[in-house]
């Protein structure tokens, strides 16, 4: 293996930035070439590939996005299109792929190695932490920290005016954003697309909560979670109280990264560059159980995301 390139693909994620300057640093150590491939999997079609050193990555772990730019490839889904981005790959000599992204990124990957003999490794960023094979994904912490911040913030003027807040994260499949912010943001409800919900039940346990004198209810509502804008015409009628939505939209995917996605992008990165020095393909890198691991992307995807009903169960008790 003597020359390896890095794409990010998806929707970004805090960390990205950090987890590329890893992997770069990493292969220069061990005398390798690097090389970036801008805009994901279209950048990889349309040939945008360049060298990068050690200066290419310098002052960016702190920053959030993915100087490499992100892109969604439907065409990606051709055979005929993997093959040219192969045939770029291959025509400066690179051997081995590192994609930065989520699960559509991981099966790209794993078409071109299977098809086009190309060596590559996943490194999971993702904000939505669906990944079930490691414990936390690239990106997710800082989503989550961005999230707290917002229901500090809107706590103080919901307070001030005895008013119902539901705040609407991202988590369309996966409800780990609005579980890890509910529970340390110390909200009141958790919705979470993974379990059913009755608004009768939260609007009599609001009118609780305001009967023993509770200034305020925060409600973390994850977007695959139902319908907002019924919640939001119902619980005003059945509580008497004013009731506000406010969605954090992409503000969710910027930001610096925390110390532990960073710590992360270190340990994901210098694994994926270890892992195609020894000549391994079709693996993700991940965490579990506090140590870095890696493994198959075929078994890494067949393993099945469910919610931590431990943690909201826990939830359930501490509101």
Known sequence: ???????????????????????????????????????????????????????????????????????RCLDFKLPEVRKTAADNLKKHGIEGLIVIGGDGSFTGAKLLSDEQGINVVGIPGTIDNDLAYTDFTLGFDTAVNTVLWAINSLRDTMTSHERVSIIKVMGRHCGDIALYSGICGGAEFILVPEIPYDIKDIAEAINKNKARGKLSNIIIFAEGAGDVDKILS?????????????????????????????????????????????????????????????????????????INRELYDIATTLC
């Open 1 to 71: 293996m003597k020359k390896i390139a890095i794409l990010t693909s998806g929707g970004d994620a805090p960390g990205m930035n950090a987890a590329i300057r890893a992997c770069v640093r990493r292969a220069l150590n061990f005398g390798l070439e690097v090389y970036g491939v801008e805009r994901g999997y279209e950048g990889l079609v349309n040939n945008e590939i360049f060298q990068m050193n050690s200066q290419s990555v310098c002052d960016i772990i702190q920053r959030g996005g993915t100087i490499l730019k992100s892109a």
């Open 234 to 306: 119902c619980l005003p009628v059945m509580t008497g109280l004013d009731t506000k939505l406010t969605t954090l939209g992409h503000i969710q995917r910027g930001g610096t990264p925390t110390m532990f996605d960073r710590m992360l992008a270190a340990r994901f990165g210098a694994r994926a560059v270890d892992v195609l020095i020894d000549g391994q393909t079709n693996r993700v890198v991940g965490y579990k159980n506090n140590a870095t691991i890696d493994m198959n992307i075929t078994e890494a995807l067949a393993i099945k995301k469910e």
